[in-house]
């Protein structure tokens, strides 16, 4: 079956625009990750949404990183007036989520390589 | 303190050795373990759960020490093959979700 798609797979941006990251995750998949993740780094948590709850924003760096999942499927990442130091690869999962436990591990996306020159 | 913290090495072993990481937690409520690995400038994949009373999977040991906080992975007799990232991964259980945290992870390189 189809595994988490992410578009685009590279983004070359100037400073100052904003970009649109885009996730389709597994279907069935409750719950859907976005991480971040630098050259030699580890994976940088930004936000998770589980179903009709609230999304866990917790992980956002600033004001400039919003989220959305729509119909509980698709997801958008959305950086507003972007910097040098929004450059890594932005990796989105989904998983199932059962009764508030992780029930099954996390699918990772190819992810979305932003360059912001 | 990082919630979730790794050595991030490089590990650098031969073919046949083995080879021990540990990672340690900062929530004592965390619920759920995990290691995954990443090949280069690939996505992570899931290598195996972390049990309580510790689990094998061929060569790979997983154990779970909640009293010090730490899990940690063991690979018996490294092949070429084991050479990548290994990032342990801990849903902190509060609130009962699904969240996974990553540490930054450990590089391995097995030489022949």
């Known amino acids: 079956g189809a595994g988490v798609s992410q578009s685009p797979s590279n983004k070359v941006t100037e400073k100052g625009k904003d970009v649109e990251l885009r996730c389709d995750p597994i279907s069935g998949h409750t719950a859907l990750y976005w991480y971040r993740q630098s050259l030699g780094q580890g994976l940088e948590f930004l936000i998770y949404?589980?179903?009709?709850?609230?999304?866990?924003k917790s992980g956002l760096p600033s004001d400039r990183f919003s989220a959305e999942r729509t119909g509980g499927s698709v997801s958008t990442l959305t950086i507003q007036r972007t910097q040098q130091e929004d450059s890594a690869v932005y990796l989105c999962?989904?998983?199932?989520?059962?009764?508030?436990?992780?029930?099954?591990?996390?699918?990772f996306g190819n992810g979305t390589r932003l360059t912001v020159t | 303190r990082k919630e979730v913290e790794q050595d991030p090495g490089p590990f650098n072993v031969p073919e046949g050795a083995t080879v021990a990481f540990n990672c340690t937690y900062s929530?004592?409520?965390?619920?759920?373990f995990f290691w995954y690995r990443q090949d280069c400038r690939k996505e992570p994949k899931l290598l195996m759960s972390v049990y309580s009373s510790g689990n094998e999977d061929g060569r790979f040991t997983a154990q779970l020490n909640r009293a010090s906080q730490y899990i940690s992975l063991l690979i018996r007799d490294s092949k070429l093959s084991d050479s990548a990232t290994y990032l342990c991964?801990?849903?902190?259980?509060?609130?009962?979700?699904?969240?996974?945290?990553f540490g930054q992870g450990t590089t391995l390189q097995v030489k022949p």
């Open positions: 999962a989904s998983s199932l989520v059962k009764g508030g436990a992780l029930n099954s591990p996390l699918h």
């Open positions: 991964a801990v849903n902190p259980g509060s609130g009962n979700t699904g969240k996974l945290i």
């Open positions: 949404f589980q179903g009709n709850s609230a999304p866990d």
């Open positions: 929530n004592s409520a965390s619920q759920s």
